[in-house]
C-alpha cells in the first residue's frame, strides 16, 4: 500500500524545517514512550472491550494500525519503531519511557506476560538501533498487578534483567542498581549522565511505598548522583514514567504522594543548574512541566511530557506518536525537538479505500519497512533555543487536536 504522508505542517504561518534541513545539534536522542502492546487487540474486535474479538460476532471494522479507544497492535508498535529507523537511524540514544502492557482485565496481564511483552520490545528495539544504546525506564503497567512496586530493595528487579531481556542493554554497574529497585544511571557520552528513576515508588495507587519516606532509599541515591555531576561539570538528563503534579485534563488527584512530591522537587530544585531538562510519559499527550522554587519562583529545570504510541486515553484518544531531540551535551537545555504522529483516522480511511479498490502492493518485508516509516508525518515544534517562550505563565504551548473526524461524529468524548 502506498503512503506518501510527507507534509510538514506550518506554525505561524511558516513552513518549519525538517530535522535534516537544520544546522545539525552536537546531539540527538529518541523518546518512545507508553506502547501498551495489546497481543488480544482484533482489527474486527469490539471498541467497548478494548477492541479484543467480540464473542457474540458483532465486532467492528477498528482499523489495522488501532483505534482511539484501544490499545496498540504489534502493526502499530513496528510502524512506529520503523518510522523512528526512518527519520534518525543513529541517534546517540533512545529513551524508553515505560508502559509495555495494555490496560486490559481480560486477562490482567500477568507476570510472563509482562515479561515477554518488554522481551519482545527489547528485541525489535535491539534489531532496529544496533549502533545506539537503549536506555529503558520501568512504568507503572510494567509490575504485576499494575501500579504495585515494592518499596524494598530485590526481589523482581532482578528478573526484568533476565526475563525482560534487559540484561543486555546495562552495564554491569547499572544492572547492579537497577536489579535493587528499578532506577540506575548512564553516561552515553562524556558529557551526559541520564539519571533512570523509578518514580512508580511514589506514584498515589501504590499503598506499598505510600508510608515509606523515602522507597528503596532512591532519594538518596539521587542526591548521591547528581553531587557527582555536579563535581564533575556534567549536565544530568532525568528520564522516569511518571512526573510530578498533576494531569491537566483531569485535575483531581496528584500523580505522587505529598510526602514524595514535595521531597522529589526540592532535591531536583536544589541540583537544577545541572540539569539539562527531565523527560516523562505516562500521560500520553503532549505537556511539561516547570520546576520552581518556592522561594522566588525561580524556574530551576524544565521537564518534557511525550505523547504515547498508544491510542488508548481515558476519555477519548491520541494520535499515536514519538519524539526526537536535540541537545548540546555541555549546555543547559535541548535545543530543540520534533514530534511525529500518526493519523489514525486518516491512514485507517487509506487502508479501507486501498482494499477495497485493491491497490495494494506486494506486503515484501522491504516494501512493509518502507510502506510503515512513511506513515508517520511530522510536525516541527517552536523553536527552544531559547528557553523564555515557556517560562511565561501566560505562554501555553500549542495543542493539536488530530482527532478531528472521530470527534466531529460525536463517538469520542471530549477530554
Known amino acids: 500500500m502506498i503512503l506518501l504522508w510527507t507534509l510538514c505542517l506550518t506554525l505561524g504561518g511558516q513552513i518549519m524545517a525538517r530535522p535534516e534541513q537544520m544546522a545539525e545539534p552536537k546531539g540527538l536522542f529518541w523518546q518512545l514512550t507508553d506502547v501498551h502492546w495489546d497481543r488480544e487487540y482484533s482489527s474486527n474486535g469490539d471498541p467497548k472491550k478494548m477492541c479484543h474479538r467480540a464473542s457474540d460476532g458483532l465486532g467492528v471494522e477498528t482499523g489495522k494500525f488501532g483505534t482511539y479507544s484501544c490499545d496498540s497492535p504489534w502493526e502499530l508498535v513496528e510502524a512506529s ?248 551535551p555541555y549546555e543547559s537545555h535541548i535545543t530543540d525537538f520534533w514530534q511525529y504522529f500518526l493519523n489514525l483516522t486518516e491512514i485507517n480511511e487509506h487502508l479501507n479505500t486501498q482494499v477495497s479498490t485493491q491497490k495494494i502492493i506486494p506486503e515484501t518485508d522491504e516494501n512493509l519497512l518502507a510502506e510503515k516509516s512513511r506513515m508517520y508525518r511530522s510536525w516541527a515544534s517552536r523553536p527552544i533555543q531559547e528557553i523564555e517562550p515557556y517560562l511565561d505563565s501566560s505562554n501555553e504551548l500549542e495543542v493539536l487536536d488530530y482527532r478531528n473526524k472521530e470527534k466531529k461524529s460525536g463517538r469520542f468524548e471530549s477530554t
Open 81 to 328: 519503531i520503523a518510522a523512528m529507523t526512518e527519520q534518525e537511524s543513529d541517534p546517540d540514544f533512545i529513551v524508553w519511557t515505560g508502559d509495555n502492557s495494555p490496560h486490559v482485565k481480560d486477562p490482567i496481564p500477568d507476570w510472563d506476560y509482562v515479561f515477554s511483552s518488554l522481551k519482545k520490545v527489547t528485541d525489535l528495539l535491539r534489531d532496529q538501533f544496533p549502533r545506539s544504546q537503549i536506555i529503558p525506564v520501568l512504568g507503572n503497567h510494567d509490575v504485576y498487578p499494575e501500579d504495585f512496586y515494592p518499596g524494598k530493595t530485590g526481589g523482581i528487579y532482578e528478573a526484568y534483567l533476565k526475563e525482560g531481556g534487559w540484561e543486555d542493554l546495562l552495564s554491569n554497574r547499572a544492572k547492579g542498581s537497577f536489579g535493587a529497585c528499578g532506577f540506575y544511571s548512564t553516561m552515553p557520552n562524556k558529557g551526559l549522565k541520564v539519571l533512570v528513576l523509578n518514580t512508580n515508588l511514589y506514584n498515589v495507587p501504590d499503598n506499598l511505598t505510600s508510608n515509606i519516606e523515602d522507597p528503596c532509599g532512591q532519594f538518596t541515591w539521587m542526591e548521591r548522583e547528581l553531587k557527582k555531576a555536579e563535581r564533575a561539570g556534567t549536565k544530568v538528563l532525568v528520564a522516569a514514567h511518571i512526573p510530578p503534579g498533576y494531569f491537566e485534563r483531569f485535575v483531581v488527584s496528584p500523580f505522587y504522594n505529598e510526602i514524595h512530591n514535595k521531597k522529589y522537587i526540592n532535591l531536583l530544585n536544589d541540583y537544577g543548574d545541572v540539569i539539562l531538562a527531565h523527560v516523562y510519559g505516562h500521560t500520553h499527550t503532549d505537556s511539561f512541566r516547570l520546576f520552581r522554587t518556592d522561594e522566588n519562583d525561580e524556574v530551576k529545570s524544565i521537564a518534557f511530557i511525550a505523547p504515547s504510541v498508544t491510542p488508548w486515553l481515558h476519555s477519548g484518544g491520541v494520535n499515536p506518536s514519538i519524539r526526537l531531540y536535540g541537545y548540546e
